[in-house]
């Protein structure tokens, strides 16, 4: 199988074109071509010399994914797309746009294994791990896509304003159980004259896979770092996020103290809310309780559908309380995460990685 070029970092791919006795000067463009042309195939770098054209058409491809299905969601806000694997495996990444700036939500593997009960991917199961070039691809993607569209709204694509912004790694799958493929990736998007996403423009989420928020730690890896908490007691946690049992809530707490006094960063702590479950005044202390002292804010996700889980959305005045509580009385920020894409199954959770695997299986909200 020919390389993809989104698997190399820019370092690899001068080695590889000086590897032909070829300049690194033809390096250089091809890089430009990928991450500011967002070239989706060799076909678009004319511009360079026909032996460098060549040797990477028999030794590399782009590995652009190929949209198998694009969904819109009514507001016009969020766009999903399903994207084919190699081997007949699709996973989904999510454009979301917000006033100003887009981020891509781009998945870590195909499928999920951690079994969280209310996550559309937990419930497919596990099916693969994507590698650093897939995951690229998907930012890659989005790029594309958002300044597609602001050319066709006549916006000027001087001035960067049509470059994608941020990127979360909350899609389909758990980024710390594929780690080297995820800070490969991580380290292809932030270079500076590629997308040049910096630290502040890149968030990881985990469900708690403490050893590998302590490897991030300890190897200081420039992303922002959002944890899966959901329940402030372990008994809780264990219902419905099972890993919790590998990785007890002191143990995964005890990484997380560790994780922002080795970095000096605060850590985002998810918590979906589910109605009656997870959402009262004593919940928001027991969090309060639980995060004493810790930099962190809270991310307070109302419960999004999902074909496998039967629980509902908080109301709006429960969230208003829970947040309410966790800043008057424990001094802690919060938000209440936008609900987007709902209708086109691309919120939080939702991703599973075909047509007939979300939609088809409930309304649209
Ligand atoms: N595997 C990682 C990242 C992907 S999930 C993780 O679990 O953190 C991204 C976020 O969506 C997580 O916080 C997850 O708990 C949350 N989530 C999963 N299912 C959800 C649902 N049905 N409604 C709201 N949030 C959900
Ligand atoms: Fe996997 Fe995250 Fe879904 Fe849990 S919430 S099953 S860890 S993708």
């Keep these: 199988m020919r390389v993809s070029l989104y698997e190399l970092t820019r370092g690899e791919l001068t080695e590889l074109v000086e590897s032909w006795?070829?300049?690194?000067?033809?390096?250089?463009?091809?890089?430009?071509?990928?991450?500011?042309?967002?070239?989706?195939?060799?076909?678009?770098?004319?511009?360079?010399?026909?032996?460098?054209?060549?040797?990477?058409?028999?030794?590399?491809?782009?590995?652009?994914?190929?949209?198998?299905?694009?969904?819109?969601s009514?507001?016009?806000?969020?766009?999903?797309?399903?994207?084919?694997?190699?081997?007949?495996?699709?996973?989904?990444?999510?454009?979301?746009?917000?006033?100003?700036r887009v981020t891509a939500c781009v998945s870590s593997?195909?499928?999920?294994?951690?079994?969280?009960?209310?996550c559309a991917t937990g419930q497919m199961g596990f099916k693969s791990q994507l590698s650093?070039?897939?995951?690229?691809?998907?930012?890659?993607?989005?790029?594309?896509?958002?300044?597609?569209?602001?050319?066709?709204?006549?916006?000027?694509?001087?001035?960067?304003?049509?470059?994608l912004r941020n990127v979360v790694l909350m899609g389909m799958g758990e980024p710390l159980q594929n780690y080297e493929a995820v800070m490969k990736a991580v380290d292809i998007l932030r270079d500076p004259s590629g997308l040049a996403l910096g630290a502040e423009r890149i968030t990881l989420s985990?469900?708690?896979?403490?050893?590998g928020i302590l490897r991030l730690a300890a190897e200081r890896r420039p992303v922002h770092?959002?944890?899966?908490?959901?329940?402030?007691?372990?008994?809780?946690?264990?219902?419905?996020?099972?890993?919790?049992?590998?990785?007890?809530?002191?143990?995964l707490i005890?990484?997380?103290?560790?994780?922002?006094?080795?970095?000096?960063?605060?850590?985002?702590?998810?918590?979906?809310?589910?109605?009656?479950?997870?959402?009262s005044a004593e919940d928001a202390r027991a969090v309060g309780r639980l995060l004493r002292g810790l930099p962190a804010q809270v991310n307070l996700i109302p419960l999004n559908p999902t074909a496998g889980y039967a629980?509902?959305?908080?109301?709006?005045?429960?969230?208003?309380?829970?947040?309410?509580?966790?800043?008057?009385?424990?001094?802690?920020?919060?938000?209440?995460?936008?609900?987007?894409?709902?209708d086109i199954a691309a919120g939080c959770g939702q991703l599973a990685g075909g047509p007939g695997a979300d939609s088809a299986r409930f309304p649209a909200a």
Excluded at 206 to 211: D, I
């Design 21 to 72: 006795g070829q300049s690194p000067v033809h390096a250089a463009r091809i890089w430009h071509h990928l991450y500011w042309g967002y070239a989706d195939s060799l076909e678009k770098m004319a511009d360079l010399p026909a032996r460098v054209r060549a040797r990477l058409e028999a030794e590399t491809r782009v590995g652009a994914l190929p949209a198998a299905l694009e969904t819109q």
């Design 132 to 163: 650093a070039g897939e995951i690229v691809a998907q930012a890659v993607h989005v790029a594309r896509e958002w300044r597609l569209c602001a050319k066709s709204n006549g916006e000027s694509p001087a001035g960067g304003s049509h470059r």
């Design 206 to 211: 985990t469900v708690g896979v403490v050893p």
């Design 311 to 342: 629980g509902a959305p908080s109301r709006s005045e429960a969230a208003r309380r829970f947040q309410h509580i966790l800043g008057g009385e424990f001094a802690l920020p919060s938000t209440v995460r936008q609900r987007r894409g709902i």
């Design 109 to 118: 593997q195909a499928g999920c294994a951690m079994g969280c009960v209310f």
């Design 254 to 279: 005890a990484a997380c103290r560790r994780y922002s006094e080795t970095t000096g960063r605060r850590v985002f702590y998810e918590w979906a809310l589910i109605e009656g479950r997870n959402d």
């Design 74 to 100: 009514s507001d016009g806000f969020t766009r999903k797309f399903l994207l084919g694997l190699d081997g007949n495996r699709m996973i989904e990444t999510v454009l979301m746009r917000f006033t100003g």
């Design 225 to 251: 770092l959002a944890v899966s908490l959901h329940a402030a007691t372990q008994e809780g946690r264990l219902a419905l996020v099972p890993v919790a049992k590998k990785w007890p809530l002191d143990e």
